[in-house]
């Protein structure tokens, strides 16, 4: 029965399980796409495919009741079709011997000629298994491989966090180390002023004091004289006036102008640019002040000229006659400071209000001054520059732009060698500009090079401490 109802169900032309099944007059059933192909080749009235009886396509009815007689197999998963086992087709109950390399699926002999896989490569079984089995096997060996790029992705990530971590809260105790001295130094400048204040008052406060003493013991004589005169005036008997004219009147011009304390307070101690005077006794304890750098007059480019002891650095068109030294720049306008920095913590500040184009940083001793180089690491430069027009870049490994706020006219460098770490600063409110990080081998100095522009023919640039 079960035979018999496989064969019921499946289209005469595709032997597949009908697909929106239509019925002839003369009682045979089809698929509705394989009725319209046929009619579709037939060049006169078409005939039936089974029994060869003619037609017309508007005798061809659908056969409802057959559609859902499928639907409703499918929906019990009842029939010989809808249980397929894993060896055998679901359609046609054959032994799965093949695979189809184009639609990778296992298929049987028969799946193999019908329409849906004619014409595709189809391989034996085994053959397929052996080569998707292979496939397999690479790809579990890429997986496992990604799997443990993953991993050491992974802890890498996390080192990378643990480092983090590591390093903020280095930099907080670092920060809190640094104002915790600062809010040292200030709180007790503030207390050595209030003292001091407290002394100055107390002083002149007792001078006062004596003085308004001075006053009342002056008041009290003076108060006694005029009753004892008084009294002598206001008597009749004119023999006591006489007897003591004298003595009253003595008393009466022996009062001087009363000699009074002059305190002076010393305003000017107290009330004066306090927040000022702090700041410039701060730098005791400020670790890292302006350090008092100079240009270097044996390293600059003969078109360079050093001036106000070393202070002020100017470009002038006209070459003097200065020795080719093996120290001195040829070929770029350029200049080293005399201060070499090969260890510690340094900070330095440049006007470059009245330069053109500017290029500022460190360099390696051993650069060669006699070649035209890049400002760039790989020829032992660390360097940020200006360009007319507000253009600012800095020169890594490659040249990249950079946005200051507004236009800088002084640069701060700090340079911690030990740490690695170059950074530059708008000197005017410390905000930071960019930051090089590099391992520093060899022994450093402060660079810097200036040329003219259209804007300005003579720039020039200060170093300020």
Known sequence: MATNLDVDLRCPICQEVYQDPVLLRCGHNFCRGCMQRHVGSAEKTPMCPCCRSRFKMDSVYPNRQLANVIAGLRDLSAGPSMHPSNRHCAKHKKELELFCQDDKQPICYICALAHNHRNHNCVPIDEAYKECKGVLNRSITMLQKEVTDRLAMHASQGGKISRLLDMTENLRNDIAKQFEAMHNFLDERERAIIKELAEEENHVLIQLEENMLTISGDCNMIQAIIQDIDEVINSEDCHQLLREYVSLK???????????????????????????????????????????????????????????????????????????????????????????????????????SEGADWILGVAAGSVNKKVCAVT?????????????????????????????????????????????????????????????????????????????NVERANPSLMLLY
């Open 250 to 352: 003595k008393r009466s011009e022996a009062i001087y102008n009363a000699v009074l304390n002059t305190p002076v307070f010393k305003l000017g101690v107290f009330y004066s640019p306090l927040q000022y005077g702090t700041w410039k006794q701060m730098k005791d304890i400020i670790k890292i002040v302006p350090a008092a750098l100079s240009f270097d007059p044996r390293t600059a480019n003969p078109k360079l000229r050093v001036s106000n002891f070393g202070q002020r650095l100017q470009y002038c068109e006209v070459q003097s006659q200065r020795p080719d030294t093996p120290e001195r720049f040829t070929n770029h306008l350029s200049v080293f400071a005399s201060t070499a920095l090969s260890s510690g913590r340094y900070y330095w500040e440049v006007n470059v």
């Open 376 to 452: 760039s690491p790989d020829n032992g430069y660390w360097t940020i520059g200006h360009r007319s027009g507000g253009q600012y870049w800095a020169c890594g490994h490659e040249k990249v732009a950079i946005h200051p706020d507004i236009n800088v006219e002084m640069i701060g460098v700090y340079l911690d060698y030990e740490k690695g770490q170059l950074s530059f600063y708008d000197a005017e409110d410390m905000s930071h500009i960019h930051t090089f990080k590099h391992h520093f081998l060899a022994k450093l100095y402060p660079y810097f090079s200036i040329s003219p």
